[in-house]
């Protein structure tokens, strides 16, 4: 029997699926597809095959797209099961992302922690630093806090722009979550703007960024800088350099 794109269809019926992984699968998150079947004969046929990822829900079709499944050399998991590989990834090339949280929650700590281990739990990214957590007085607004961290991700910028912001609905829309430099990606386009435009004129993403990475620059510009120079510069202040250990607020 010869198995190809259209002989083989997984279906995940959205019911019973939470809605944080619902809200990933919408933004095109990094899964993995894993394709078993009792009989090791079949399994061994499928082994290579192309499969069909279907997750639909009430509001219609939420992912859908073919990819191949995996041999013993490339990904099968510890059962022998093939995997299939991810979904939205480019699995050539690692990239280095910075991104910036803020919220004017006073459960803002914890929703940081919790986008920190959403962001580090999707397979292909890679939390490497946490900033600082920083408070920030606004002028026309509730007080506000603020935190970045880098992960290294296989995501796309357009993808991890997805993904950030079905992060920010899994977490009731309380956190913004802003791609604001992917080293070496440059884009300009109304979804996809790398590196963030504005991040240079606010002290809120630059002085946590360069309290986690001290050589950190964005574009040819030292962050520095960039803080040195911003104009909500004195209204940005350390609150807490374990908050991510431990309770703060």
């Not at 079905?166 to 884009?187: C, I, K």
């Amino acid at each position: 029997m010869k198995i190809t794109a259209t002989d083989v269809t997984l279906h995940v019926d959205a019911d019973g699926v939470d809605e944080t992984t619902l809200a990933l699968l919408r933004g095109h998150a990094h899964v993995d597809v894993i394709v078993h079947c009792d009989d090791p004969r079949i399994e061994t046929m499928l082994s290579g095959a192309r499969v069909r990822i279907s997750v639909t829900a009430d509001d219609g079709n939420v992912a859908d797209d073919d990819r191949t499944a995996s041999d013993d050399r490339n990904g099968r998991n510890g059962s022998g099961h093939a995997v299939g590989d991810a979904v939205g990834v480019d699995d050539a090339t690692f990239r280095t992302a910075v991104i910036s949280m803020d919220s004017e929650s006073h459960d803002a700590e914890r929703l940081f922690r919790s986008a920190i281990v959403a962001l580090d739990g999707i397979p292909g990214n890679q939390v490497d630093g946490i900033s600082p957590l920083y408070h920030v007085s606004n002028i026309d607004g509730p007080d506000a806090m603020a935190a970045v961290m880098q992960i290294t991700t296989k995501l796309t910028a357009r993808q991890l722009i997805a993904t950030l912001g079905a992060v920010e609905s899994s977490l009731g829309g309380d956190v913004d979550l802003d791609l604001v430099d992917m080293p070496g990606v440059t884009s300009d386009e109304p979804d996809c703007r790398v590196p963030w435009p504005s991040a240079r004129e606010h002290a809120s993403v630059l002085a946590p960024w360069m309290d986690m990475d001290p050589e950190a620059r964005l574009g040819k510009d030292p962050v520095s800088f960039l803080l040195a120079m911003a104009p909500d510069a004195g209204r940005v202040g350390l609150l807490s350099d374990n908050w991510i250990i431990g309770g703060t607020l």
